[in-house]
């Protein structure tokens, strides 16, 4: 893979921006665990009562492949199983006799309160899986009273998704090489309101069902997105090929930990790292100052063989000790997968393809239901463990391979 390649999948979401083209009409490598449209028309879900239904109504609503690049991850998807597997191994011991009548699921992250620790993370090109995108899913975190977080390739400007709704949002910052095409887009997100700034740092991607699919971003598309990061430079005239040539310069790959002081010198917002599954990292983020920590392999999207993201997070929270919050992202499918990731010392957890998919299956109305739906199974987790607020979820409820 070229560097031109590289740098479009790492700084666009692996080629995700816009309704994605394909010459290949045949079924991936492992199509008899990926529905394609139309196939489970006769038994699509009447009602979503889960994440995973979710998934069935997307496969049949969305082409092949917008549906396989939500889904699917790097190589040979040990990681991107491992995420959701781990959670599997761990066992939920509730003592009895303890029970409450009721819970509350509210927190605060980053001293902002919300309805619940479930928080959307920033995820890409929305605007493959609903026209409204980015927008409607905004409106509906807004609506469940949590954090929606603004990819930066999501296919809206910062300005466009911030007006959307009212609710908290943090902007991911994709760094541009241009340093004052990254000042001036950080600025203009903290005008617009924004809570935080996420700093995406794992890098990497080979996915076999995106190459298989031959993925090819529309011109205008990738027009829209380069102008609403802040390239002046982008105009009418540019053909594809110069545009393209463009996109894969733009991009910073090298940037080091220095990049985080020039941060916290063109901003007072929180600062927020993802992607740490090192504690030698998170003792670093620490160390800057850095507000908080993601606990992150970019939902086995990156490079594969990566540990679950569940197993790292107890010394990650040991090493941080209290000194920044720490989020979970990746294989949440639960609401007892919230719990769990809880009572390993995670304030919050980031959901990036439960709502993709809803947002796929029905816009702003799937997200608010699937928001509702895990938060209604972290509810029965928590009066089934006795634990009456988010407080009183402690590792001792938890049984670890």
Known sequence: MDRRTFAQRVSLGAASL????????????NAAEVPQPGEYDKNLPREPVKVNDFQTLAAAKLPKATFEYISGGSADEITLRENVAAFQRIRI??????????ADPSTTVLKQAVS??????????????HPHG????????????TVYGI???????????????????????????????ARQLVERAEKSGVKAIIVTVDLGEWKDADRRNRFALPKETLVKHLRDVGFTQIVDSMSYEEILAFNGQAWDLTFSWDFFDWLRGITKLPLIIKGVL????????????LNGIVVSNHGGRRLDGMPATIEMLPEIVQTVAGRAEVYLDGG????????????LGARAVLIGRPYAWALG???????????????????NAMVTTGCAKISDIQPALLRRP
């Open 134 to 145: 980015a927008l409607a899913a905004a409106r509906a975190a807004a609506a469940a009273g």
């Open 18 to 29: 816009g309704l994605l083209q394909t010459a290949d009409t045949g079924r991936s490598a």
């Open 332 to 343: 949440i499918r639960r609401g007892t997968d919230v719990l769990i990731a809880l009572a």
């Open 116 to 129: 619940m620790p479930i928080l959307l993370a920033p995820v890409a090109g929305q605007q493959m899986y």
């Open 93 to 102: 011991l509730p003592p009895l006799l303890t029970g409450v009548a009721s």
């Open 278 to 289: 090192r504690k030698e990292d998170a003792a670093k983020a620490v160390s800057l100052g």
């Open 361 to 379: 299956a029905n816009g702003e109305a799937g997200v608010r239901t699937v928001l509702n739906l895990l938060r209604e199974e972290l509810l």
């Open 151 to 181: 990819s930066s390739s999501v296919g809206h400007s910062v300005e466009e998704v911030t007006a959307a709704s009212t609710g908290p949002k943090w902007f991911q910052l994709y760094v541009p090489k241009d340093r004052k095409v």
